[in-house]
């Protein structure tokens, strides 16, 4: 079976400061991460895989396996970072898992 | 082509009805898949398919969710006999695939269900 969790509903945070969202996931294999984006009224979409270990809106994802985390994190956030982040795993089938999501706020 | 597009995009019905909605995904993209998702919570898989092919099925998706995707291009997902505990965001979401990799899903906007 697979799991993913996201601990915090709710992130809060004035601009420039740092962003951390966590995501614990349970798979037994090799997983494929994601962090998934929805911004105010706009359709669900891919932010970042961790295969592809690049930055996206200065947002970056690290897999840890011992840790089976992969948490988001960006240095500085902006007020446009504003949106619900959903982290998703793929472990045999092709079908993902997605987590409960978390609600970002970046205050001014 | 400007995305996946989902019909309607709300939907309200009574309680015992039968529902349908259409996902039309990226006309290139062969994998197609729905979702559903309640308040407070990410998408919840039902079905995939590959081409016309539907592939998997979610064990929680009961026998009164049925989908086709006929041709291998457009989808439909119906509910029958539809219950209040039905109401949700149906999305649908597709992507171009040859291999086990997921590649990356796009997603329509959603059908918006609320039962009475």
């Known amino acids: 079976a697979q799991r993913v969790t996201q601990p915090e509903k709710l992130l809060s945070v004035f601009k420039g400061a740092p962003v951390e969202l966590k995501c614990n996931y349970s798979y037994s294999g090799s997983p494929e991460l994601f962090w998934y984006v929805q911004y105010s009224r706009q359709r669900l979409q891919l932010l970042l895989r961790h295969i592809s270990r690049e930055s996206i809106k200065g947002f970056t994802a690290d897999l840890n396996k011992g840790e089976t985390s992969f948490h988001l994190k960006k240095p500085f956030a902006q007020e446009e970072d504003s949106a619900m982040y959903y982290c998703?795993?793929?472990?045999?089938?092709?079908?993902?898992?997605f987590g409960r999501g978390t609600s970002l706020i970046v205050h001014p | 082509d400007t995305g996946v597009s989902q019909d309607p995009r709300h939907k309200i019905t009574k309680r015992g009805q039968n529902v349908t909605f259409r996902c039309d995904p990226i006309?290139?993209?062969?994998?197609l898949y729905w979702y559903r998702q309640t308040l407070g919570q990410g998408p919840e898989f039902l079905t995939y398919?590959?081409?016309?092919?539907?592939?998997?099925k979610s064990r929680l998706l009961s026998d009164r969710f049925s989908a086709e995707r006929p041709k291998g291009s457009f989808s439909t997902l119906e509910i029958q006999r539809t219950e209040q505990g039905d109401s949700a965001m149906y999305l649908c979401?597709?992507?171009?695939?040859?291999?086990?990799?997921?590649?990356?899903?796009?997603f329509g906007p959603g059908t918006r269900l609320t039962v009475l």
């Open positions: 398919f590959q081409n016309e092919a539907q592939l998997e």
């Open positions: 998703a795993l793929k472990g045999g089938s092709y079908i993902p898992t």
């Open positions: 979401a597709s992507s171009w695939g040859t291999s086990g990799r997921l590649v990356e899903q796009f």
């Open positions: 006309s290139e993209h062969n994998r």
